[in-house]
Structures are given as structure tokens and as C-alpha cells.
């Protein structure tokens, strides 16, 4: 085989891979290419929270207490004596003063019955 | 009418209004601590307590012993935070409707008046005589009535007012009636102490 046959035939492989590998690249520049599925958007990761210091332990919940038999307490001592009115110190001191007032009419009516008494008179 | 006769009828009048006075006068005055009559007696729920009642509302308060037969007021809270009261010209006693109804597990408790100037004796006038072991009975308004026996009565200064021993829980169906005692202070209008009763179901109740 004259060499130069043979040069030919050895770079025909190497004629044949350049156009396999050119023609795809070929084609791609004149034909329009679907486009590619939009990326589906991943969300983005969520930021590692930048907690240097650990997160307080809860609080201590203290057990839950049974409601009091009495639902509200009171305030203080219960008023039920009467209150302001109980011993208005006007009102018995009035009475008292009345009282006396009409033992002295008691004492005067006798007093002008024994004077007008004509079976007292000249006694003495 | 002569003179003479005229001022001798004034003078019966006066009289006869003096001495109707004197013994107003001495009827109105307030029960002085000599008249208050506090026992001690065992304290706890009495012997035989059968079990408790579901709540009603009481209507009703009758303590033979003393002759108080009583309606029932529903008692609140004042804004300042005490025991609102019975008006003064009620003759009811009132129950305090933050606590338990009569028969039910706990203190409940009935507040009442010991007298007014306006009014003389009030309902729980003669709360200090009561004994221990006499009773006490609660109608309420499901038909059912409570019944307790006293366990004792005590005085305690205002100053000094037991809350946790009158309010406090308690293991059984306990009853507190409370009024006003001791010396009366003239400046603040109002008595020092305030009488109350321990009593406990003695039964849990019956229907009418």
C-alpha cells in the first residue's frame, strides 16, 4: 500500500471522531434549543440561629394549687356591727337629758299639788 | 286654763315622756362585753357528719336556741375589697357567695347585724349566747336543709381577724356566722371585735 494511502487511512478515524464530536455543535448553533426546565427555586436555607448562648431552661411551673373552698377572701374584719349608726352618741345622751327633764316636771307637779292641796294647808 | 293648771299638765307630760325616755334609753344601748356569753367548746365537725351537700344557694337561717329565724341576703364584695354587708334596716342576715354553700365541703359563711341605733337588735344580736352543740339549721333553695351543730364562739379583735381560721379550707362542711362585738368605739363607729361562730354539719341534709 503506497504510504501515502496509508497516512490517509490512519487519520480517517480521527476525520471521523472531529465530525462526530463538530456536528452536534453545529447543529446547536442553528437549531434552537427547548429551553432547559426552570430550576425549581430552593428555598433557601434557614438561617442556623445564631444562638451563642442556650436558651434559658423553662421556668419551673409550680403545681397547679386547688382552688380555695372560698374563692375570694376578704379583705379585713366584716363591718356587721351597725357601723356609724350602731351608737349615734347624740341619741342615748338625748334620751338620758328627756329622762331628766321629765323627772323634774314629775317634781315640780308635785310640788304645785302639795301647795294648792287645801287639806295640806296650815299643816306643818 | 289657769297658769298653774297649764304648767302642771306639762309637767305630768313631761314626766310621763321622761320615763318612757329613760327606758328607751337604757333598751337601746349596745350589748356591753359583761352581756356576751363566749364558750369554748370542741372544735372539728361533729360526731355523726354525713357526707356533704352539692350546692344550692341558701334562703333561709334558723337558730332555735336563740329565736333567730332569718332570710337570706347573697353577699358580695365591696370595691375596697371587704364583705359587702346586709343594709342596716334589713332584718336578714346575708350569706357571703364567694364561699360554699352551706352543706357543701367548706366554710360557709353568713354575715348579719348585731344591732342599729335605727333598728335596736339585729339578726345576730344574740350570736355570744349561743353553746356548744346547739343548731343550727339552713334551708336552701333546692328543698334541702343543712344542718350543723355549733362547736364554738369566739371573739377576735378586728385588728387581729383570724382570716385563715374563718376562711380557710376545711375537710368538712363547716358553717361561720359572724357579727360585730365587743366594746363599741365611740370614734370610729364601730365595734373592736367581731363574735364568730364555729358550727359543722351534723347532716348532710334532707329534702323537703
Same mark, same amino acid.
Given at each position: ?8 487511512? !490512519? ?14 455543535? !453545529? ?58 349608726? !350602731? ?18 316636771? !314629775? ?18 | ?5 297649764? =304648767? ?21 344601748? $349596745? ?20 357526707? *356533704?351537700? /352539692? ?16 332570710? =337570706? ?26 364561699? $360554699?354553700?352551706?352543706?357543701?365541703? /367548706? $366554710? ?53 381577724? *383570724? ?11 363547716? =358553717? ?12 370610729? /363607729? ?19
Amino acid at each position: 500500500m503506497h504510504p501515502r494511502s496509508t497516512r490517509l487511512l !490512519a487519520a480517517l478515524p480521527v476525520a471521523v471522531a472531529a465530525v462526530l464530536v463538530l456536528a452536534p455543535a !453545529a447543529h446547536a448553533t442553528t437549531t434552537p434549543q427547548p429551553s432547559p426546565p426552570p430550576i425549581e427555586a430552593s428555598p433557601a436555607p434557614t438561617p442556623i440561629p445564631a444562638s451563642a448562648a442556650p436558651s434559658p431552661p423553662p421556668a419551673q411551673v409550680a403545681p397547679a394549687e386547688r382552688p380555695g373552698q372560698v374563692s375570694q377572701v376578704p379583705v379585713g374584719a366584716p363591718e356587721t356591727g351597725g357601723g356609724a349608726t !350602731a351608737d349615734d352618741p347624740g341619741h342615748s345622751t338625748g334620751l338620758l337629758v328627756l329622762g331628766g327633764l321629765g323627772l323634774a316636771g !314629775a317634781g315640780t307637779a308635785l310640788a304645785l299639788r302639795r301647795r294648792t292641796d287645801p287639806t295640806r294647808a296650815g299643816r306643818g | 286654763m289657769t297658769p298653774r293648771r297649764l =304648767l302642771a299638765a306639762l309637767a305630768v307630760a313631761l314626766a310621763v315622756a321622761g320615763a318612757v325616755a329613760v327606758v328607751g334609753a337604757f333598751a337601746a344601748a $349596745p350589748p356591753g362585753p359583761h352581756r356576751t356569753l363566749l364558750e369554748a367548746g370542741p372544735t372539728g365537725p361533729a360526731a355523726g357528719a354525713s357526707g *356533704p351537700l /352539692g350546692r344550692s344557694v341558701p334562703v333561709r337561717l334558723d337558730i332555735p336556741a336563740i329565736d333567730v329565724h332569718s332570710g =337570706l341576703l347573697a353577699l358580695g364584695l365591696d370595691p375596697d375589697g371587704t364583705t359587702e354587708e346586709p343594709p342596716l334596716d334589713s332584718p336578714d342576715a346575708g350569706w357571703y357567695s364567694h364561699s $360554699p354553700t352551706p352543706g357543701e365541703i /367548706g $366554710p360557709a359563711v353568713l354575715l348579719g347585724h348585731v344591732d342599729s341605733a335605727r333598728t335596736g337588735p339585729g339578726v345576730f344580736h344574740d350570736l355570744p349566747a349561743l353553746r356548744p352543740g346547739d343548731e343550727v339549721r339552713v334551708l336552701r333553695v333546692d328543698g334541702s336543709t343543712a344542718v350543723f351543730a355549733v362547736d364554738r364562739v369566739a371573739r377576735h379583735p378586728k385588728s387581729g381577724f *383570724p382570716t385563715a381560721e374563718v376562711y380557710g379550707d376545711i375537710p368538712h362542711a363547716g =358553717l361561720r356566722l359572724i357579727t360585730c362585738g365587743g366594746e363599741f368605739d365611740r370614734g370610729t /363607729g364601730h365595734y373592736r371585735d367581731n363574735v364568730v361562730v364555729y358550727a359543722s354539719a351534723v347532716t348532710g341534709g334532707s329534702q323537703a
